[in-house]
């Protein structure tokens, strides 16, 4: 039995041949087009409520699980699709879409930094697979949404201080996002322990 606190496990799921390398192509793109599609359902489901400039939204649940379910590549490839996707068509929080919306947007820094976060979430889950680990893992990728976002928002935002970027960009949300990374992580474990075997 793993332990609790333990990062990794010898438990092989079902579930961890989404990010197999050796996965059948059809199955990496339906990955990988599924995971994009989940971020854009994500996004819709928000609170359009812009007491600052930052919207509350599920969007980033989608890229914490598109990282632990694909894995490093295939996530960072979904996420990729989801920004594309967002320059034909209204996928983003809102209603705008194409290069002028993504650049313009206050919100730009955390939509560019999705692909990395997967990556790295995608990255350290490969052998991370517990929830303490994959909880562990979505916290540093969420690191990275994060300073990406604050560092873009100062600039266009024309935040008179560093401290209030962070405010608006960051600690407003940590709590929201703690619970997404648990939410996840609780889903991530829960679809593994539905089959597989221990080496």
Sequence with gaps: MTN????????????????EENASALLQVAGVVGFALITALCAQVNFRVYLWEVPITLQTAGVYASGLYLGWRNGLLAQLLYL????????YVGD????SYLFGATTAGYLL????AAAVIGTLSKRWKTFSGSTLAMLLGAAVVFTGGVIWLHYVAGHGTWMESIDKGFLRFVVIDVLKVV????LYSATRALGGTTK
């Design 4 to 19: 609790a606190l333990s990062l990794k496990t010898t438990y092989s799921a079902l579930v961890d041949r989404l990010r």
């Design 84 to 91: 594309v996707l967002g320059l034909f068509l209204p996928v």
């Design 96 to 99: 705008g879409y194409g290069p």
């Design 113 to 116: 930094s999705y692909p990395v």
């Design 183 to 186: 939410g996840v992580g609780l």
